[in-house]
């Protein structure tokens, strides 16, 4: 499986900042995804980062809060904007290289902690 | 939209024991079914996953059981282990849906030695 290297693992950041997650993948890969796990909770998929196009959004995600960039095959970043407390969050990036988008595999994380 | 419910919430078993933790889907459109093990401060790790055209699948001390008819996954661990302790966590993604997994609320698994 791919390796995902995400930056930062961890921060603290202040309430009213906006802070860009970087995700890089050691192999070209079919499709990136964000996903957030809030605390002591499960996952839920923010968005379909698109090569070279605007990101694909599940309901309840906006690109305004939650802007997402993947100029190549391996490279995606997310940014959360203007944060919040209610923020506090594991922010995941994942990867499939399966054309129906199956067997995900999860970066290691990015935990913010917002005061 | 699909809903994916995940029992029991927490689970403690001897070593060596077997554990057992259920799923049940709400889309029978649902054709792909993951197992995530989370340990503490990492990210989730797939350990298994069944197609909906198969209706077991093993590796080593894992495996996985599909009854579509029911709507219904488990994950299996036999001989268990101090190092299996984690949070697992069961998904379900429907055909049409690239990447979306809908994940269960997850089982906290502890194994003592």
């Known amino acids: 499986s791919a390796v995902i290297s995400q930056k930062p693992s961890r921060d603290i950041c202040q309430r009213g900042t906006s802070l860009t997650i970087q995700c890089q993948v050691d192999s070209q890969v079919t499709m990136m995804f964000w996903y957030r796990q809030q605390p002591g909770q499960s996952l839920t998929l923010i968005a379909t980062?698109?090569?070279?196009?605007?990101?694909?959004?599940e309901s309840g995600f906006v690109i305004d809060k939650f802007p997402i960039s993947r100029p190549n095959l391996t490279f995606s970043t997310l940014t959360v904007s203007n944060m919040s407390p209610e923020d506090s969050s594991i922010y995941l990036c994942?990867?499939?290289?399966?054309?129906?988008?199956?067997?995900?595999?999860f970066g290691e994380g990015s935990w913010l902690t917002v005061v | 939209g699909e809903n994916v419910e995940q029992h029991p919430s927490t689970l403690s078993v001897q070593e060596g024991d077997s554990a057992v933790i259920k799923c049940t889907y709400s889309?029978?459109?649902?054709?792909?079914f993951p197992w995530y093990k989370q340990e503490l401060g990492k990210g989730p790790q797939l350990i298994i996953d069944i197609r909906s055209n198969v209706g077991e699948k093993k590796d080593q001390r894992i495996a996985v059981t599909l009854n579509k008819t029911a709507k219904h996954f488990s994950l299996h661990i036999t001989e268990t282990q101090p190092e299996d302790s984690a949070v697992y966590f069961c998904?379900?993604?429907?055909?049409?849906?690239?990447?979306?997994?809908?994940f269960g609320k997850g089982t906290k698994l502890s194994v003592k030695p």
């Open positions: 994942s990867v499939s290289d399966s054309p129906s988008g199956n067997t995900i595999y």
């Open positions: 998904a379900a993604q429907w055909a049409g849906s690239q990447g979306n997994l809908i």
């Open positions: 889309d029978s459109a649902s054709n792909y």
């Open positions: 980062a698109n090569q070279g196009s605007e990101a694909t959004y």
